[in-house]
């Protein structure tokens, strides 16, 4: 039983921090544009006011549009317990839980899509519209970098991928993990609509996509969105921030201050990613992923050879 | 290690090429041109002997202040006196360009795995990522509209060949490879003169216009 005890930690760990990682990524933007900025824990309290209130429905909506934001919460935790931290394991794994990872994922986006088309909200159906044309793009990518990463590793399931990603891997397969990496902070960026795809400021912008799609949302629910919104950042960041620190082979608590580190720096690199970028024109979006497409069947081709 | 720096080059040649296929602008074109040119001309020292020779360093300062400095130089002039700053409407677009791109990828390792072909290269990538290089580069000859993203074009395709001679027959005599380098610079040069006339008749380097002449 004891064994469990550090992957459990580990999965608490984070849901407490994920909300931290928008107050980085924010005081980040506001320190290169000059401001002082929001505190840190902002999101925070954000969400605890947020719970305080009541909520609001349109007539217009049904009960998939009150599940959307329990069952989108629900899929990111089981994304979460499958998720190892660098060196400890995660508390659920198995052969083939990447996909189950991907996927849990994809019903997250399926169901904010469904209830998004459930208000009946022509702006908000143009949200979806946009969300499943790029997540059509972004998906390849994903499957195929994760795919690379186990083909790379020999092994089916995410604890087994990073615990057994020695510095051997690598040396061996330097530049298609390279690859992988820079594909994956492509996804990273727009499955958490962050700004050179989408971005997270605009209200009431004709470009925008997440943020449109949970307009009608307002207390507890909203508060369950935006929650779920920071666990993807972490979940996802975190996919990111194992590829790199796995070969360290750290353990214990070690581990898991480096992990968060980790994670902090990627929030602020997010942060300066997006001081520096202009957001991409609605068109070219696509360019961008395909960009991360290819990246990742270079890599995939990549690790094929040589293995 | 030579094993890894030899990889990462080669995946960066065909990577840029890639960069190539979705940017738009001739001067990120040229950009990348010269960053290939020192990529080719660092990949002899990386290839096999743990010390390079004298030729190997000679070959290599030769490329890459030919490749990477004099070429660009050129051709940013030759951009300079036109006044086309990107690549307006290309025959493919740029989605489905990266698409042949992944395609040519693939291609080329299927047909390297068919072919067993005596690599002398300690790199197993070093055919399939040249021959991608190639086809890229044969690719932006054919599909882009100006003279000038043409030159270019050519110029991926002669990286591509350089880096799959280096990777078939180890050791070239110097007298030859200036002699390759020698051709190429010739063909840049007429290039650029043709670009240059081209412009100066009809006020842009859109090759399709060409063919609505009449005599």
Known sequence: MSALILPIMTSLMGLVLAPLLLGVINRTKAVFAGRHGSPLLQAYFDLVKLLKKGAVYSRTTTWVFHAAPVIGLTSLVAALVLLPVAGVRAPVTFAGDLVVFIYALGLLRFFTVAAALDTGSSFEGMGASREVHFSALAEPAIVLGVASLASATRSLSLTGIFSSMTPNVWIEAGPALALVLAALFIVFLAENSRIPIDDPNTHLELTMIHEVMILDYSGPDLALVLYGATLKLWVLGALIVNVVLSPFNLTGIQDMLCFVAGMLLLSIAVGIVESMMARTSLLKVPRLLVTAISLSVIAFTLVLRFR | MMTLLQNTLLVALVLTSFGMLVSGRLGVYIRIVALQGVMVGLLPLVAGHAVPTLHLVFVATAIIGLKGFVFPYLLS??????????????????????????????????????????????????????????????????????????????????????????????????????????????????????????????????????NTLRG
């Open chain 2, 77 to 210: 002039r030759a951009l300079r006196e036109s006044k086309t700053r990107r690549e307006m409407n290309p025959f493919v677009g740029h989605l489905s360009s990266v698409f042949f791109g992944i395609l040519a990828l693939l291609g080329s390792f299927w047909m390297d795995s068919r072919l067993s072909l005596q690599s002398h290269s300690s790199s197993e990538l070093a055919i399939p990522m040249a021959f991608t290089t190639i086809l890229i580069g044969l690719f932006l000859i054919v599909t882009r509209r100006t003279a000038l993203s043409q030159v270019i074009g050519f110029l991926v395709l002669e990286n591509g060949i350089y880096a799959f001679g280096l990777a078939i027959v180890y050791e070239v005599p110097v007298l030859l490879e200036l002699g390759v380098l020698m051709d190429v610079f010739v063909a840049v040069f007429v290039m650029g003169i043709a670009i240059y006339h081209i412009n100066r008749e009809f006020d842009h380097m859109d090759i399709d216009r060409l």
